[in-house]
């Protein structure tokens, strides 16, 4: 993929839940995903955005395949890139949260084990287990990388790995492992199979995220602006989704309001000098402002107390700032990696 004409090419989850989630996504972020032609490996086109490619991977490979250069970028979990991805300083995540697929990477234990209920209770038990039963106590997980390092972290090295093909969390009761590091999202599953987690166990919380490569040649001025074109019109929707547009007037020399509002309520302010309107002759001034959904009723009893009429609550589709910090953090990564690509070969040579 070194031509200039390249289009940017994304990879997108295959199969299951994570793939039916990231499609509502897209659409809801105005990307219409349509199919063309069919196999594992079919493409497929965003409308709204012409210059893009879409190819389907299982979710796992996405991370791997992005640091290739198979795709320029991909919708994964979080959790499939730090456990498949990062081998090489060649990737990157620009939005770390999609809004979606949320789940936490957990330690569960069997109910039955009383005297572990912490983090810091499990080294002391796998030693004790070790020295009546003449073996380490084994963990049935799919994510070995996360786990190890999460172990490391913590002291504990009395343990053996137990690969995971199928419904992890059975493990323990069909008598392959003593507990498991698995996914769960409101942790019915563990307690259906009379499995619980432990006080800082909790490896790693993810959700869904997008990633690019890193690898510059790959990037052609067609694929980076179509990077740039998707990254800002999602951003602007979860902008959007968070938050709330208030328009209402209010006396202009209201200085006190404007600092609570930006200070106690977190609202973004995006029209207010202090002057009076043209349109009126009260000393009154119209503002904008942006408010987070949470704290609506909270800003609006605010600003009645304060003088503010003609309230109007509206609701955005698409909220664009000006600019892109992550796509901005991407386009320097972009020129880290080549200037270090050149320093390499350079030393290389």
Known sequence: MTSNAQKLVIALPSKGRLQEQTLNFLNGCGFDVRRVG??????????GLDDVDVIYLRPEEIPNRVEQGDAHAGITGLDLYREYGEGAPVSSVLLPKLGFGAARLVIAIPQSWVDVSAIGDLDEAAMLFHQRHGRSLRVATKFSRLTRAFFSEHGIVEYSLVGSSGATEGAPAAGVADFVVDLTSTGTTLAENHLKEITGGT??????CLIASCRSPLWSNRALGALEHLVEQIEARMHATGRLILRFSIPAESASVKKQLTEKYGCVLTSWDGNPSPAKSDGRTFVVAYCQRAKLYSVVKFLKSSGATGIIVERGEFIFEGSSPAFDA?????KDHGRAAKTGAVADH
């Open 330 to 334: 991407f386009k320097q990564a972009l």
């Open 203 to 208: 490896v790693l919380e993810t959700q869904a």
């Open 38 to 47: 069919n196999g594992r490996e079919y493409v497929s086109s965003l409308v």
